[in-house]
């Protein structure tokens, strides 16, 4: 089975610029979580989807931060504009309905100049 | 909302001996924990998990032990290796694990030949 897959796996960008993260969940699974891993932490929640409608975004910054997953299937990240503190690894993960394991992709390794 | 601690932050052992790693959680509604190792620069994965409905489980060397009363879990690896050196994050999550996975800052472990 392949896993989740996220690109690209690096990015360097300057404050003030934006940039988009992209992800492919595991086929079938129709729950698909955005976390963001500062270094030396935990990851935290960004956004959570269930198909294309979104369970819970209690903690993505609006207004910085967007996230779509048109057709229940890919999705993408955005953050527009980025800050220093966006610097960490976003983390995709994805659920299937039958079982409470989430998957995890690679991540993107983040850096704001 | 949810609300992880896990200890010890770092944990240094002899090849062959055992580790231990406690989390307490918050949230009474909390019915999924699992258990990630994350190597430098990878993924989190999934090591083992336990519902709210079982006391312990055991997987080979690696063991996880719930007490719901006191809202403590905490993962057992005995008979340690060094590929067992990682950082190690429990999480807990509602509703089986649909719901967000709240993290805890992380174990470093540090098996040492």
């Known amino acids: 089975e392949a896993g989740v897959a996220q690109s690209p796996r690096y990015k360097i960008i300057e404050k003030r610029q934006s940039v988009a993260f992209w992800c492919n969940p595991i086929s079938g699974h129709a729950t698909l979580y955005w976390y963001q891993q500062i270094l030396g932490q935990g990851p935290k929640l960004l956004i959570q989807?269930?198909?294309?409608?979104?369970?819970?975004d209690s903690q993505l910054p609006k207004d910085r931060f967007s996230a779509e997953r048109l057709k229940g299937v890919d999705s993408t990240l955005k953050i527009q504009p980025a800050k220093l503190e966006d610097s960490a690894v976003y983390l995709c993960?994805?659920?299937?309905?039958?079982?409470?394991?989430?998957?995890f992709g690679p991540g993107t390794r983040l850096l704001v100049l | 909302g949810e609300n992880v601690e896990q200890h010890p932050s770092t944990l240094s052992v002899q090849e062959g001996d055992s580790a231990v790693i406690k989390c307490t959680y918050s949230d009474s509604a909390s019915n999924y924990f699992p258990w990630y190792k994350q190597e430098l620069g990878k993924r989190p994965q999934l090591i083992i998990d336990?519902?709210?409905?079982?006391g312990e489980k055991k997987d080979q060397r690696i063991a996880v032990t719930l007490n719901k009363t006191a809202k403590h879990f905490s993962l057992h690896i005995t008979e340690t290796q060094p590929e067992d050196s990682a950082v190690y994050f429990c999480?807990?999550?509602?509703?089986?694990?649909?719901?967000?996975?709240?993290f805890g800052t992380g174990t470093q472990l540090k098996v040492e030949l």
């Open positions: 993960a994805s659920r299937s309905d039958l079982a409470g394991t989430q998957y």
């Open positions: 336990i519902r709210s409905n079982v």
């Open positions: 989807f269930q198909n294309n409608g979104v369970v819970d």
């Open positions: 999480a807990a999550s509602r509703a089986g694990g649909e719901n967000k996975l709240t």
